[in-house]
């Protein structure tokens, strides 16, 4: 090949490459244009979340039910649970 064809492809290339570059770079600008719906849906939702955390938060619970004779004298028929033991031993342990 000679010397000028060779240096007309490398530049072919490079023009191709920066080309193609900048292509990519002007997808990816035109990519972060959608992220602002993201971004409003995103806050909506974090509001959404916040105003439900503070609903939970205002809830106040009346404790005098715990203290009512009612409740007190209620009686538990649950049996009681015995620890058996469970597994077999371990075969690489040895014993002294």
């Given at each position: 090949?000679?010397?000028?064809?060779?240096?007309?492809?490398?530049?072919?290339g490079i023009v191709l490459i920066a080309g193609l570059g900048y292509?990519?770079?002007?997808?990816?600008?035109?990519?972060?244009?959608?992220?602002?719906?993201?971004?409003?849906?995103?806050?909506?939702?974090?509001?959404?979340?916040?105003?439900?955390?503070?609903?939970?938060?205002?809830?106040?619970?009346?404790?005098?039910?715990?203290?009512?004779?009612?409740?007190?004298?209620?009686?538990?028929?649950?049996?009681?649970?015995?620890?058996?033991?469970?597994?077999?031993?371990?075969?690489?342990?040895?014993?002294?």
């Amino acid at each position: 090949m000679s010397s000028a064809l060779q240096n007309l492809l490398i530049l072919a290339g490079i023009v191709l490459i920066a080309g193609l570059g900048y292509y990519l770079y002007t997808q990816n600008q035109g990519a972060n244009l959608h992220n602002t719906q993201v971004n409003n849906q995103a806050s909506v939702k974090t509001a959404q979340s916040l105003q439900r955390l503070q609903e939970i938060k205002s809830i106040s619970l009346d404790g005098s039910f715990f203290s009512d004779p009612r409740f007190t004298t209620l009686l538990t028929f649950a049996n009681d649970v015995i620890p058996e033991p469970h597994g077999k031993s371990n075969p690489f342990v040895g014993s002294n």
